[in-house]
């Protein structure tokens, strides 16, 4: 089967460094996506990586090791405006994104 | 650039009744178009892919003729919510890509319908 797995839930400070994980399962494997979803809001782009390796975009940095099945998503310089939720989405052979519940990132003063 | 529109963004209906919601891509041309449900605190749940001109493809468990997908254009999808019920509220998002698969989905804003 299919399966993505996420800590369901992270805290971080203001400022702060936060890594969340993921960890997949899927048929075939074409790239791994990123996505931030804000409560009650549509999930927008973060980052896409389809080979093993560290992208860094800005504050958010993305890694992914095809042969672990791993991923994780480094968000440095912690905003308020981060709390959101963070969505691991692998795609399969088909081209079908693989969505988990994701992890909710709560960011305190 | 890539954006994609919903319309309406949230609606109220009574049971029994339809609904049309519209997604539109307004500044390229979606070959593919994606419709999700998302339920509180719940993950993100493929309904259905569209692909112009041709019919949608259904996940497993969605019913196709209580949702029923138009993708007549290049720009626009809509699903339409045959004989609404309670259990059907929910938040209903639709993504849109263009002909390269590798390409990231440009979601829109969400519809959020409430059935009384």
């Known amino acids: 089967g299919q399966n993505i797995d996420q800590p369901t839930e992270m805290t971080a400070t203001e400022g702060a460094i936060v890594q969340i994980n993921c960890t997949y399962q899927t048929s075939g494997f074409n790239g791994l996506f990123w996505y931030q979803q804000h409560a009650g809001e549509a999930p927008t782009f973060l980052s896409y990586n389809v080979l093993d390796g560290l992208e860094e975009k800005g504050r958010f940095s993305s890694f992914l090791s095809r042969s672990k099945g791993y991923s994780y998503l480094l968000l440095k310089e912690l905003q308020m405006k981060d709390s959101a939720s963070y969505l691991c989405a692998p795609m399969d052979s088909n081209y079908q994104l693989i969505w988990g519940a994701g992890t909710k990132l709560i960011i305190k003063p | 650039g890539a954006v994609v529109s919903q319309h309406p963004s949230w609606v109220i209906c009574k049971s029994g009744t339809s609904v049309k919601i519209e997604c539109r891509s307004l500044d390229f041309q979606a070959t593919t178009m994606f419709w999700y449900r998302q339920f509180p605190k719940q993950s993100l749940m493929l309904m259905a892919t569209?692909?112009?001109?041709?019919?949608?493809?259904?996940e497993q468990g969605v019913e196709k003729d209580k949702f029923l997908i138009n993708h007549a254009s290049l720009t626009l999808s809509t699903l339409t919510v045959t004989s609404a019920h309670p259990e059907d509220s929910s938040f209903y998002i639709c993504?849109?890509?263009?002909?390269?698969?590798?390409?990231?989905?440009?979601f829109g804003p969400g519809t959020r319908l409430t059935v009384t």
């Open positions: 993504s849109a890509r263009t002909d390269s698969q590798w390409e990231e989905q440009y």
């Open positions: 569209s692909n112009e001109g041709s019919k949608a493809t259904y």
